[in-house]
Structures are given as structure tokens and as C-alpha cells.
């Protein structure tokens, strides 16, 4: 009788006092929750907008300086350096400061256009330094594939001619039939093939910034809007979209212009073929010695499109927000009185817009094994809407749900998910080289748009951000990554 009632008594205690150990640990979790402000984001992301960073092209000397604010940071909310003592992992990144806009001038054979910055044109972020003025030709795609029987070029002759060129490849759709298109999807073989075919110069029909390109000798070139293009068209007595539909339809739609018809074009650069450019890393080591050698990663890209000229493109949206977002969820759980189990790695990943450089540095040398490594969560423009979209999250259910609760108990924003979308075409984001490494990942975005989306463009400025938004997403992080952190059914 006395030892029922003493193991009666026991098993209350026990009771009593795991309510009480569960109850201050949410509290716990509440207050780290709490301290995320989006006022603190908001200045995080300020000042990696800032003018001083240039717009932070990889490789640049002012990406590198943003790179050691963020490493500041780490240090300062006591998050070790996470590469043998080091802050930083390096990579080669070329790259071409642009220090004019130059100019763009289209001639239609009786009066000069002067195309304007940034409505008409954005200088070519890896054009040559230099002049070129020359008669046009249209080359749809600019892909030369004879396993494919498709050249656009087998009708014209672009020697000493500035063509015109399309982004893309002939399929719109991510389908699987596209693979073998791949290769001729990338900027850099489209302009070594332009350059192969002896042509002088180029417009680019696709007006962004885009450092993804590659600088050839005395290859100049500038992005003119379609526009611009259309009018081109229009003077030749050509439909531009007529054009575009037949190519489309994998029928080559190249022609020569007629002679009157030329464009200027002026570029001012200067190439830095061995510059190199780095990721921040920065380690939360897990408490539990059994799985501390489990690592979940945090990403997201640092860089951004740079400078022309004395012009920014301060990259506020994309991608400030997410690299502020991350911010704000890495001190959030440095200062966590609930310590994670698992080990959480932050990645500040650079050369993401000129080519995924970091991410492929990170997988190909990962510091941690990938077969430890069990998730990582990559954000990309995350600081424009009213809502979230997590690619990944149907395939993933188990990292996911975690996320979801944190939404349902917390957060409550509209999140919409998806599978793992698998990339057919050129990968496009940081999360496609992680998840091709055979990591388990996430892409976060933002969706419902408030302000419009400045995609590369000058005015992707700190105003077009949504704080509260901000402030969900490190929330959402935070609780998130905890939860998977500490899941012992993983
Ligand atoms: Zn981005």
C-alpha cells in the first residue's frame, strides 16, 4: 500500500513537472519569438541596400565589405565562424565593373533614336569596353545545335553585324523534353556562339540587369527593352510578334535588316577575370551530443546586380530581404534559451546572380557532410507580400509540418505550397544546386505583392519591402527550424 501510493505520488510529480518544464519552455520560445522586430529588418536590410555596397556584385570589393558586416553580426550575437575558424568561404568570381552607362543609339535610316536609361536599355553587365556601330540581324534564340537540327543561324551572315538575340530556348514549359535544349539555355553560350559567328555586337531582347553573362573580347553589347525592339521590327515591315510566335513554334526566324537600319552602341567597362568573391557562414552548434553532428542550413544570396554607372541597383527585395530575414531568425536563435539539438548552419551565399557560384562552391566542398546535412530552407525575395510559398513543402511533409504549426499556432499567413519543382531548364535559384546535392530543401518566398516588384532594376529600393512580412518570415524561420531542430522522430 505504501509503495502504490509512493509511486502514485511520483508519477504526479512527474506529471507536475513536465506541464511545468513544457510550459516555460513555449514561454521561452514566445520571448526569443517576440524580440524579432521588423523594425530591426527593416534596418538590416537598409543597410545592406545602402549605397556604400555598391548593389553588391559578387566579387566586387563592396561585396566583400557586406559580406564582413554580415560576419560582424554573426560574431557579435555569438555565432561561430563555421569554415575552420572562418567566416568566409572563397571563390573565384570573375566580374565587370560598369562605369558608365554608355549609350544606345538606334538609327532607322532618315532620324537617331537615343534610347533611354533605364526605360529602354541597361547596359550589358559583362559587355567589353568600347564602340560599335553596325547594321542589324535578327538571330531568334541564337543557338547553333546541329544534334538538334536547329541553327539560327544557318541562313545569315552576322560577320561585323550587331545582332539581336532572344533569352531562352524554344520551349516555354518546364518539360522534360526541354533537357537536351539545356546547354543552349545558358546567356554565356549564346554570346560565344554570337561571337563564334564573327558578330561585332549585340542588343539583348531581354531588359535586366544580369551579371549571369560573360565578358568576351571587344563582344559589346547592351539590354534593350522589347519596345524598342517592336519599333526595330516595325521599320523593317516585320511583326516582332509574329516573330516570336514562329519561334516559339522551333521554326528559325532569323533575316538581315535592311542596311539603313543601324544602332550605336557605347559601353564602358573594366573585367576582372580572377576576382574572387565568398559565402558567410556562420554555426549554431546543436546541445545534444547525439545529434549535433546533424546539421539544417539557413540560405540565401547576398549579391546583387551592382552598380552602372553612378546608378545603383540597391537589390532591396531581392535579396536584402531574405539575407535580413535570416538575420533576424539567426540572432532569434542565438538567443534562444531553448537551445536547438541539432547544429544550424546560415549560409549568406554570394555569386547567386552571376551564375550560382556559391551554392556550387557550398555543395562541391560542403562543410559538413551532405548525408548529415538535413534540410536546408533557401530564401529568395522574401519581404514584398502578404503571404508565403514554400517550394518543397509537399515533398518534404515532415521537415514541413513543423513550419505549418508554427504558421497555425503563431504566424497565421496564407502559405501555398508545392512539390520539389523539378528544374528541366538552367537552374535558376540556389535551392535547385542544394536539392540536386541530394539536401532535402525549401525554397521560402513571398506572394501577394504589395508594392510592385522591381525586378533588377534600379528601383528595387527599401521602399518597395513589406516589414511585417519580414518580421513573419524570421518568426516563421525561428520556430521552424527549431522545431526541426529538436525533433527527435526525424
Ligand atoms: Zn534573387
Redo the contacts with the bound molecule.
Sequence with gaps: MKTRSTILVLIFTCLLFNLFAQGTDSDKILKSFHSISSHELLGFAKELSSEKYAGRLSGSPEYLEVAKWCAGKFEAWGIKAANKGSYFQYFKNEFSEVKSLGSVVYFNGTEKMFLEFPGDYLPGSNSASGNVEAELVYVGYGITAPELDYDDYKNVDVEGKIIILESGIPYSKNDPTMVKWTPYAYHREKFRNAVKHGAAGMIYASKIANPNTINLDGFIYAHVDAKVVEQIFTDAGKNYKAVKAQLKNMKVASFVLPAQQKIFIRAETEYFPEAQSCNVVGLIEGSDPGLKDEVLIIG??LD?QGQMGEVVFP?AL??AS?VSDILGAAKALANSEVKPKRSILFILIGG??CGLYGAKQYCNKPLFPIEKTKMMINL??VGNGTGFFVTGAKTHTQLFKHFEEANNNFIHRKISTSEVRKNYGRPR?DASIFEDAGIKTFGLWTQGSVHPVYYHHPMDKINVLTPGIMEDAAKLLYIGVLGVANDTDL
Design positions: 540565401g544570396h546583387g537589390g531581392d535579396n531574405g547567386e546572380e529568395d525575395m535559384s
